[in-house]
């Protein structure tokens, strides 16, 4: 047991200390050279394309419609995805737990009450956090559409840095319901082990990096 007990209490902690540590190298890059990763050029090029469509006609306002779709499309994906597979974690989270002697190796981890509980308790709440950020954003897009297209109309037009504002929390929100996202399922291998878990984190730090900064390096090339 205290081999079990010391793999768990090993890489599990390390697992979300690489992928947590993973978006704080990330989110110090974006401040100090937004340029070098592949969300502070999208967002540059969104201030751009923004700038544009302000002064811009109906034909203009279309266009922002139908450019945001597609990410309303991936967010209302990733909310659906967040709150589907909570949904089924809970359902079978009874039949799994009758199970759990199937699970009773060195390999599989500790399947203690307390550790089981921790381990589809976290990952409940890593999607529940996908979820209430991806509805967010769902908000804030569909907000900007409108204020986009009634600045067209100077009696209802905004101000366009707060039209901006809302832009890009949506954006932003859009973007933290999708990495939790991420983050939750190497959490769910932990019905499997923590080794499982800790491959998994560091594969997907991996692709994280080779998505994040492969725009910056081509730049910088």
């Given at each position: 047991?205290?081999?079990?007990?010391?793999?768990?209490?090993?890489?599990?902690?390390?697992?979300?200390?690489?992928?947590?540590?993973?978006?704080?190298?990330?989110?110090?890059?974006?401040?100090?050279?937004?340029?070098?990763?592949?969300?502070?050029?999208?967002?540059?090029?969104?201030?751009?394309?923004?700038?544009?469509?302000?002064?811009?006609?109906?034909?203009?306002?279309?266009?922002?419609?139908?450019?945001?779709?597609n990410t309303l499309m991936a967010t209302i994906l990733t909310a659906s995805i967040a709150i589907l597979v909570n949904?089924?974690?809970?359902?079978?989270?009874?039949?799994?737990?009758?199970?759990?002697?199937?699970?009773?190796?060195?390999?599989?981890?500790?399947?203690?009450?307390?550790?089981?509980?921790?381990?589809?308790?976290?990952?409940?709440?890593?999607?529940?956090?996908?979820?209430?950020?991806?509805?967010?954003?769902?908000?804030?897009?569909?907000?900007?559409?409108?204020?986009?297209?009634a600045s067209a109309d100077v009696q209802f037009s905004s101000d366009p840095a707060y039209t901006q504002t809302i832009?890009?929390?949506?954006?932003?929100?859009?973007?933290?319901?999708?990495?939790?996202?991420?983050?939750?399922?190497?959490?769910?291998?932990?019905?499997?082990?923590?080794?499982?878990?800790?491959?998994?984190?560091?594969?997907?730090?991996?692709?994280?990096?080779?998505?994040?900064?492969?725009?910056?390096?081509?730049?910088?090339?």
């Open positions: 047991m205290g081999s079990i007990l010391y793999l768990d209490t090993l890489l599990i902690p390390f697992s979300l200390f690489l992928t947590l540590g993973y978006h704080a190298y990330l989110w110090q890059s974006f401040k100090q050279k937004p340029s070098s990763t592949k969300i502070g050029l999208d967002k540059l090029r969104r201030k751009t394309w923004f700038l544009d469509i302000k002064q811009g006609d109906d034909k203009k306002g279309m266009l922002a419609v139908q450019s945001l779709r949904l089924s974690l809970a359902a079978l989270t009874n039949n799994t737990y009758s199970a759990s002697h199937l699970f009773n190796t060195e390999i599989f981890g500790s399947q203690s009450s307390r550790i089981y509980a921790l381990k589809y308790g976290s990952a409940s709440l890593f999607l529940l956090v996908s979820f209430l950020c991806s509805s967010m954003a769902l908000g804030y897009l569909i907000d900007a559409n409108f204020l986009i297209n832009f890009e929390r949506g954006f932003g929100l859009a973007l933290i319901g999708n990495r939790v996202l991420c983050i939750t399922f190497p959490m769910l291998l932990w019905m499997f082990g923590p080794l499982p878990v800790a491959l998994s984190s560091a594969a997907l730090v991996w692709g994280l990096y080779e998505l994040d900064f492969a725009a910056g390096n081509i730049n910088a090339n």
